[in-house]
């Protein structure tokens, strides 16, 4: 068999860019890493795992924490800073031994002319509350501020019901719903959010699509006339080739180095609208673009902005600004879009989490939900796994929450599992159309808006393993939300649930359960244990 000489470009030098190298000395043991994505989504769902082999490499990207598992020693490396560029770890074993954690930071160059991100190194017996330490030392040096979160974010999105073929009769129809449900305090939702499918084309967000009559405009006072918070999905990066933007300002997108011409990618959205380009924040035209689109939204009543398809603004290529980075670039349009709607409220959605600080009001923690148990399962794996963020990088969304039984197959235990979802993190957003639950299931919802565990924390977690219960507090008095992800029953002492021996507790997820002794708990099934007052 004939081989041929790949065409591909020879290997490039890299020594230019930033590289540290940490030197760990944890001692002998087991030893244990946290590894984090900047991505909503994740390649390898496995946050908390042992380390070994006698020689291999572990990625992080953002903060890493390794230790000695055995003698309960940690250390965490983290980037207080994204300002220029993401910040990556490879954490090395040589021999068998935890040897050293090397930094890159691939968009500052090791030269002195531009400073690197800003890093932390923290050192204790307890990797969640190192965790916790770093997330509230980035938010400070970002300018955070202090979140009021004592009530859950509620609300109605029409996406996981309709995805992009929603109506507008689809949509108006389930506003009256919502606006009936708050009334009569079934459902007390505050956002109604306009989804993907509304707008003409990929890049053209104030233009309807052809099945849409009614205006924007009076879509969002009618949602406010009703007492609710007017929302609307967005990509403000993304344009497709048939947009209108594009054709008349080619030259506000982001080129291919190697072409010069814009750089064009697939995106997820149907042909012919499938091959999107990326907006380029460095030029001044592009900014004020971004600040007339976001204040003509906001003239027009919007009030809560769903910015979606963010982490795609990293993309290489060539800008205006021949020496910005593309974090910089990104941050930039962020800036501008702030500056264009100061006081509205702001969700990231696939948007990386440390350069976005300081610019979004709530961030998206976990990937697409569906009504389909391995999905909730894994999306609530990512929720958990971002812990240390809850209410202080954001107001973390788990995605929506997913209690629906037509147009799914969850059973009483799994809706309970993705209700319990929100109720952790404080945002518990739906898809779900009202009037086809049960009073089961909505009750379930109603759950889900009304408690919000607050200082969330894992009890437990084993390394390769996911933790069972999360202790917080609810009004201010102890909470545990107990999360049997696992395939076979499982019991759960007081100890466990962190309750005092002969206390006697409820349930408010709503299940008919006696909690007295501990909880027993079948498989794909969920608990939200208080002590009964």
């Not at 919000?452 to 009890?459: N, R, T």
């Not at 309750?499 to 608990?527: C, E, I, S, Y």
Request: glycine share 6%.
């Amino acid at each position: 068999m004939k081989s041929k000489a790949s065409s591909l470009p020879l290997f490039q030098p890299v020594s230019d860019r930033y590289r540290r190298v940490l030197p760990l000395q944890l001692g002998t043991g087991c030893y244990v890493m946290y590894s984090h994505s900047e991505s909503m989504e994740v390649a390898d769902e496995r946050f908390f795992r042992k380390i070994f082999l006698y020689d291999d490499e572990y990625t992080s990207c953002g903060v890493v924490v390794v230790g000695n598992a055995t003698a309960k020693r940690y250390v965490l490396v983290g980037a207080l800073t994204a300002w220029r560029s993401l910040t990556h770890f490879v954490v090395r074993l040589r021999g068998a031994v935890l040897d050293t954690i090397e930094v890159r930071q691939e968009d500052i160059p090791d030269d002195g002319s531009v400073p690197p991100e800003e890093l932390v190194i923290l050192e204790g017996d307890n990797w969640c509350e190192l965790l916790r330490r770093y997330a509230r030392l980035a938010a400070e040096k970002n300018g955070v501020a202090p979140m009021k979160a004592a009530a859950s974010i509620t609300g109605y999105l029409c996406w996981y019901y309709y995805y992009d073929t929603v109506s507008e009769a689809d949509f108006l129809e389930n506003a009256e719903y919502m606006y009936q449900a708050r009334r009569n305090g079934v459902y007390p939702a505050e956002l109604i959010q306009l989804d993907d499918g509304y707008q003409a084309c990929q890049g053209d967000w104030l233009e309807l699509a052809p099945t849409w009559t009614t205006s924007l405009k009076e879509i969002a006072q009618g949602i406010a006339a009703h007492g609710h918070t007017p929302g609307i999905w967005v990509m403000p990066f993304v344009a497709a080739t048939t947009s209108r933007l594009f054709r008349e300002h080619p030259q506000w997108f982001v080129k291919d180095l190697a072409t010069g011409e814009p750089k064009v990618f697939n995106g997820w959205a149907q042909p012919p609208n499938h091959q999107w380009l990326i907006l380029d924040a460095t030029n001044p035209e592009v900014i004020a673009h971004f600040k007339t689109l976001f204040r003509t939204l906001h003239d027009w009543g919007f009030r809560y902005f769903k910015l979606d398809g963010m982490g795609f603004a990293l993309q290489a290529g060539l800008r205006h600004d021949t020496k910005a980075t593309p974090v910089a670039a990104y941050r930039a349009g962020l800036q501008a879009i702030r500056e264009a709607i100061p006081d509205d409220f702001i969700l990231g959605c696939n948007a990386p989490y440390t350069p976005t600080l300081g610019f979004c009001n709530a961030n998206r923690v976990s990937r697409d939900i569906a009504a389909d148990w391995e999905m909730v399962r894994d999306g609530w794996k990512e929720t958990i796994a971002r812990f240390w963020m809850y209410d202080t990088w954001y107001r973390c969304d788990p995605d929506v929450v997913v209690v629906r039984e037509e147009l799914g197959n969850l059973t009483p235990g799994e809706a309970r599992f993705s209700a319990l979802t929100g109720v952790v993190t404080g945002v518990a957003i739906t898809s779900d159309k009202l009037p086809f639950l049960s009073p089961v299931r909505l009750a379930m919802l109603t759950t889900a808006a009304k408690f919000h565990l607050q200082d969330a924390i894992p009890d437990d977690w084993p390394e390769n393993e996911w933790p069972e219960v999360i202790h917080g507090t609810i009004n201010g008095r102890h909470a545990a939300a107990v999360f049997n992800w696992r395939d076979t029953p499982r019991s759960y002492t007081l100890e466990q649930l962190g309750f005092p021996p002969n206390r006697q507790l409820k349930d408010l997820m709503g299940a008919v359960r006696t909690v007295w002794g501990g909880l027993a708990l079948p498989p794909h099934d969920a608990a939200l244990i208080v002590e009964r007052v």
